[in-house]
């Protein structure tokens, strides 16, 4: 595929001296991102001085080429609070100092500028704008990585995003397994099945085993295992009943399933996507 440009992120000598070894051959050059993290973050140069020794190092690796930076501003927590929004501004700045001193460098006239994070796209806009008001038009192909756009949910990202048009896509369909108690159903689908780790589902919807809906039904999700999510303070929910769970963090539901149902409004099948998330 001699058309494929694979991009790859480093923050290291050791992640320059892997990529030059793993492209001994290849046609096409691994096009390199210099990766710029934040202090108590996750990967990235925690510095410039670091950002412009491993550019230098790129271009000096046959097999490379010096094709850009990132950064992942999405490492702070999903919150609007100022401390939070100040931290990422912070790092958005940083990653735009770190692209404009390695400018000269890059060997590519379409050098890439790349952020992630769905909780703050808005940040990283304002920062570019920002940039180019004051530094005339970078040459760069700006590019955010903002997953969640693509689905949303009904948790994390409903409550932080700035984007109040996006509506949840993404829901999780189970059945009702038990109720063995006043108030309580338990349903089958549980960690396996369901994100979890920015919180717990919501009901959105439930039906009858004949597909009629209980617009009255109302519970809220309590504990979860395996195989099994409990439900609790439930009204008008039932054995044998279909439920709707809205999830938080959709990337957490797209490694799960190997196969989701497109449908309509009315619930009819349009497509089976099939992510390739691994």
């Not at 940039?131 to 903002?146: E, F, K, N, Y």
């Not at 439930?234 to 539901?253: N, T």
Request: aromatic share 6%.
């Amino acid at each position: 595929m001699p058309d494929l440009e694979l991009y790859y992120f480093v923050d290291s000598e050791t992640g320059v001296a892997l990529a030059r070894s793993a492209t001994q051959g290849a046609r096409a050059p691994l096009r390199v991102l210099v990766d710029v993290g934040a202090e108590s973050g996750r990967t990235g140069v925690r510095d410039a001085a670091t950002a412009g020794d491993l550019a230098v190092l790129v271009r000096e690796a046959p097999g490379l080429l010096l094709a850009g930076v990132a950064g992942y501003e999405g490492v702070r927590p999903n919150q609007r609070d100022e401390a939070t929004v100040t931290a990422v501004d912070e790092h958005c700045r940083s990653t735009l100092t770190v692209f404009r001193d390695l400018t000269s460098l890059f060997e590519t006239t379409q050098p890439l500028f790349s952020m992630g994070g769905s909780a703050f796209p808005d940040r990283v806009i304002r920062a570019l704008a920002h940039a180019i008001d004051h530094d005339g038009a970078l040459p760069m192909v700006p590019v955010l990585r903002s997953g969640c756009y693509v689905t949303h949910d009904h948790g994390t990202y409903d409550h932080v995003s700035p984007l109040p048009e996006l509506k949840a896509a993404l829901t999780v369909r189970a059945v009702v397994l038990s109720t063995p108690e006043p108030g309580h159903a338990v349903v089958g689908a549980g960690k396996r099945e369901l994100p979890y780790d920015a919180g717990l589902p919501v009901l959105v919807a439930a039906r009858d085993p004949l597909g009629v809906p209980r617009p009255a039904a109302t519970a809220t999700a309590a504990r979860i295992y395996d195989h099994h999510l409990v439900l609790t303070g439930v009204r008008d929910v039932h054995v044998g009943d279909e439920v709707d769970l809205g999830i938080s963090h959709p990337c957490s539901a797209f490694d799960r399933w190997p196969d989701i149902t497109v449908v309509d409004s009315e619930d009819d099948v349009h497509d089976v996507w099939h992510p390739r998330f691994r």
